[in-house]
């Protein structure tokens, strides 16, 4: 059984840094797609940032409202993927969840929330 548990999570001011953490059970990070996704108040979810499987190249992604600021990085032997962000901004608010793609179906983390005040 697949399972995805992310944390981190928390309220921050605007200019602080979170880091958010995916740890992965049943499935391997290292050799399957990554992804972070983030849905704000009345908002539809969004992808933030993605990491590609070693054998693809670990290549990443990152939405443009993030770019520069978020940084997505694999720990293969804790079989865990984080989300470091800085210069956090109120528009960030939202609950973040992680993702990975097996050949067969995608999953999904239960999320995290995340509040940057002003």
């Known amino acids: 059984q697949v399972q995805l548990v992310e944390s981190g999570g928390g309220l921050e001011q605007a200019g602080g840094s979170l880091r958010l953490s995916c740890a992965a059970s049943?499935?391997?990070?290292?050799?399957?797609?990554a992804n972070w996704y983030r849905q704000g108040p009345g908002k539809q979810r969004e992808l933030v940032a993605s990491?590609?499987?070693?054998?693809?190249?670990?290549?990443?992604n990152y939405a443009d409202s993030v770019k520069g600021r978020f940084t997505i990085s694999r720990d293969n032997a804790k079989n865990t993927v984080y989300l470091q962000m800085n210069s956090l901004k109120p528009e960030d608010t939202g609950v973040y969840y992680c993702?990975?793609?097996?050949?067969?179906?995608?999953?999904w983390g239960q999320g995290t929330q995340v509040n940057v005040s002003s």
């Open positions: 993702n990975v793609s097996s050949p067969f179906t995608t999953y």
């Open positions: 049943g499935i391997i990070f290292s050799i399957n797609p």
């Open positions: 990491i590609a499987s070693m054998p693809s190249g670990s290549s990443r």
